[in-house]
């Protein structure tokens, strides 16, 4: 006798998704993983980002997030929703309708200011999903003392966000001092052999710290929803 496939599974055969000829649209996504789809604006005309935010905010959507959108691509979104937030050097543009009731806590650290781009967009999705973030920057281990300040937030986090360019050695540093899962956010920040950010992703990879788990260069979108739904359990 096969064993019953879990009912989760099978709503994916009738799950819905609009189709705009162009993209299909996961209207789903929010009501089956709690985090609605992103839009990636990178490759996407601003008619194109208009028509896939409209459609998600017309299915209910809580929130709408456009990341790696230029200037065009915020006007996109802010075309379609008066209410859009933007952050130009992040180059983020966001709508938020409907945020979960806060629950949990993810704590960022970054290792430069120039990681700040890659900071905000956790910060803003893992907001949008529901949890209290609190945001330290700058307390990279070129000065480690600067980290001082930041140890009372990582104590009590639910979740903590490491983001770090060139060596990226504060993601082994934090991973070794606090009982939260850690996420470690690569940057492709540092000179020519930081190799655009591999340096630091292979460094986080091979952290001697075991609680420490790693998502791609720059991204903040999947720290911060990994780290919403940790911090939310």
């Known amino acids: 006798m096969r064993p ?14 609009r189709d705009l000829g162009f993209a299909r649209v996961d209207t789903d996504r929010e009501a089956r993983q709690g985090a609605p789809e992103g839009i990636v604006a990178e490759g996407k005309s601003p008619e194109e980002i208009a028509a896939i935010a409209t459609a998600l905010l017309d299915a209910g959507a809580g929130s709408v997030m456009v990341t790696r ?10 075309s379609v929703a008066a209410d859009a937030s933007v952050d130009e050097r992040a180059r983020l543009a966001w709508v938020a309708r409907s945020v979960p009731e806060v629950k949990g806590l993810v704590t960022i650290v970054s290792g430069g200011t120039s990681d700040g781009p890659v900071v905000r967009e956790a910060q ?5 999903l529901g949890t209290e973030v609190v945001v330290h920057q700058d307390a990279g281990v070129a000065g480690i003392h600067r980290l001082e300040p930041a140890l009372p937030d990582l104590e009590r986090a639910d979740c903590v ?13 934090v991973g070794g001092l606090v009982g939260a899962p850690v996420i470690g956010v690569p940057t492709s920040t540092g000179y020519g052999a930081t190799f655009g950010g591999v340096s630091a992703l ?15 260069i720059d991204d ?5 929803t990994i780290a919403a739904r940790i911090a939310r359990r």
């Open 124 to 128: 803003v999705r893992a907001e949008l």
């Open 220 to 224: 903040g979108f999947g720290a911060g």
């Open 202 to 216: 292979l460094a986080m990879l091979t952290s001697c710290a075991a609680g420490v788990a790693v998502v791609n």
């Open 4 to 17: 019953a496939v879990p009912a989760r599974i099978t709503s994916l055969a009738v799950a819905s998704f």
């Open 161 to 173: 966000i490491v983001v770090a360019g060139w060596d990226a050695a504060l993601c082994s540093v």
């Open 69 to 78: 959108a230029d200037a065009d691509a915020r006007d996109a979104l802010v």
